[in-house]
Structures are given as structure tokens and as C-alpha cells.
Nanobody
Framework: QVQLVESGGGLVQPGGSLRLSCAASGRTFSGYIMGWYRQAPGKQRELVALTTPGDNPTYGDSVQGRFAISRDTAKNTVSLQMNDLKPEDTAVYYC?????????????WGQGTQVTVSS
């Protein structure tokens, strides 16, 4: 059974940094796209960052240049380093894993971790 478990969320002041981690289990994820989405209250879930099996990253426009995604294929983990955080980054962040070309109904999701950016 596939499980994605996020950690590292919390409260941080504007301009601060946080690092999120996601531990995946239940299979080998070397061939999976892995990454992060987020959902703020009253808004749709949006892409934050993804990394391909070849470790090529893609970022949402609002986080480009501030966030960095990395993966450790041997450990089945994916991390998100978030710098220069802004109040609009406040959201629940979800880890995601899927095979290339998978439809949305075949995506795997973690339970989410809250990130709050506030002074």
C-alpha cells in the first residue's frame, strides 16, 4: 500500500524559511514524478513544484526562485526548501506521486502539512 507522509510544516514569519519532507513507502518510486501541491482556504489546489524521475524540476510561477525541490531516490523521499516565505504561501501542502502520463485519479497524495506565514 502506497503511503506518503509529510513533515516539516509550521508557523514562520514573513521572509523566513521552512523545509518540508515527504517519505514515500509501499513501492519503488524511482520512475515516479514526485512533488508538492498546496491549497489555501477557499482556493483550488495548485502546483508548487514537481521533479521527474530524471530529477528535472518544474515550479509554479508564484514560487519560482524562492522554493527548491529535491529528491533522494534511494530513500524514496522528496523535499521542498522554501525561502523568503510570504503570507500568501500560507496553505496546506500536499506531497504527490504519480507515474508519468497518469490521470488524476491515479495520483497518490499525502495527508498534508500546514504552513502558516504570519508575523
Amino acid at each position: 500500500q502506497v503511503q506518503l507522509v509529510e513533515s516539516g510544516g509550521g508557523l514562520v514569519q514573513p521572509g523566513g524559511s521552512l523545509r518540508l519532507s515527504c517519505a514515500a513507502s509501499g513501492r519503488t518510486f524511482s520512475g515516479y514524478i514526485m512533488g508538492w501541491y498546496r491549497q489555501a482556504p477557499g482556493k483550488q489546489r495548485e502546483l508548487v513544484a514537481l521533479t521527474t524521475p530524471g530529477d528535472n524540476p518544474t515550479y509554479g510561477d508564484s514560487v519560482q526562485g524562492r522554493f527548491a525541490i529535491s529528491r533522494d531516490t534511494a530513500k524514496n523521499t522528496v523535499s521542498l526548501q522554501m525561502n523568503d516565505l510570504k503570507p500568501e504561501d500560507t496553505a496546506v501542502y500536499y506531497c504527490n506521486a504519480r507515474l508519468p502520463y497518469a490521470t488524476a485519479d491515479r495520483y497518490y497524495w499525502g495527508q498534508g502539512t500546514q504552513v502558516t506565514v504570519s508575523s
